[in-house]
T-cell receptor, first 116, second 118 residues
Framework: GAVVSQHPSRVICKSGTSVKIECRSLDFQATTMFWYRQFPKKSLMLMATSNEGSKATYEQGVEKDKFLINHASLTLSTLTVTSAHPEDSSFYIC????????????FGQGTRLTVV | AQKITQTQPGMFVQEKEAVTLDCTYDTSDQSYGLFWYKQPSSGEMIFLIYQGSYDEQNATEGRYSLNFQKARKSANLVISASQLGDSAMYFCAMREQDSGAGSYQLTFGKGTKLSVIP
């Protein structure tokens, strides 16, 4: 299957700082990338959908000014958690797919963010 | 109403036995896709199997098969000959028609934690 690389896998940051998470599709062009957040022992909650070259579409309740998403190319999307707070500590995971209904969504390895 | 329902928070299975993980879904779309993913403790999501709503045959991928009952809106995952490495969280997901965001989002169930007993 296709490969999606997410970096970093773990990050610890201080409250008030910003953290950038990268999601790269290594061997295919990802027209769409999705960002999910997962709380311990819970399902994945979609945060936002980004299409290459356009603004991300955020799910209800997700602060777009806090979770900045950039999808500047067909192989890279970034999620920046701005002014991080301890309650932002979570597991963030991206997925990427090329256009098409029956295409599989490939997931990155996830990033465990801890804000202290 | 929940779009994806996984009623089994946790399941145990003896090694080498088969196990069925339940998944029911709710959609008014005629065209949709159903996915199963495995999430080990490391956190990565591993694609297992896909079933399209118009596929007449049940999907199979190695030891994984999907018992698709369209009228009952169920898409249960069957794992045959369980192995210790199968211990993980398993998520059922559905992709519906374009939600309007120009993409096809996945909606996930709450997951089932499978534990394989030696």
């Amino acid at each position: 299957g296709a490969v999606v690389s997410q970096h970093p896998s773990r990050v610890i940051c201080k409250s008030g700082t910003s953290v950038k998470i990268e999601c790269r599709s290594l061997d295919f062009q990802a027209t769409t990338m999705f960002w999910y957040r997962q709380f311990p022992k819970k399902s994945l909650m979609l945060m936002a959908t980004s299409n290459e070259g356009s603004k991300a579409t955020y799910e209800q309740g997700v602060e777009k000014d806090k979770f900045l998403i950039n999808h500047a190319s067909l192989t890279l999307s970034t999620l920046t958690v701005t002014s991080a707070h301890p309650e932002d500590s979570s597991f963030y995971i991206c997925s990427a797919s090329s256009y098409g209904f029956n295409t599989e969504a490939f997931f990155g390895q996830g990033t465990r963010l801890t804000v202290v | 109403a929940q779009k994806i329902t996984q009623t089994q928070p946790g399941m145990f299975v003896q090694e080498k036995e088969a196990v069925t993980l339940d998944c029911t879904y709710d959609t008014s779309d005629q065209s949709y896709g159903l996915f199963w993913y495995k999430q080990p403790s490391s956190g990565e999501m591993i694609f297992l199997i896909y079933q399209g709503s118009y596929d007449e045959q049940n999907a199979t991928e190695g030891r994984y098969s999907l018992n698709f009952q369209k009228a009952r809106k169920s898409a249960n995952l069957v794992i045959s000959a369980s192995q210790l490495g199968d211990s993980a969280m398993y998520f059922c997901a559905m992709r519906e028609q374009d939600s309007g965001a120009g993409s096809y989002q996945l909606t996930f169930g709450k997951g089932t934690k499978l534990s394989v007993i030696p």
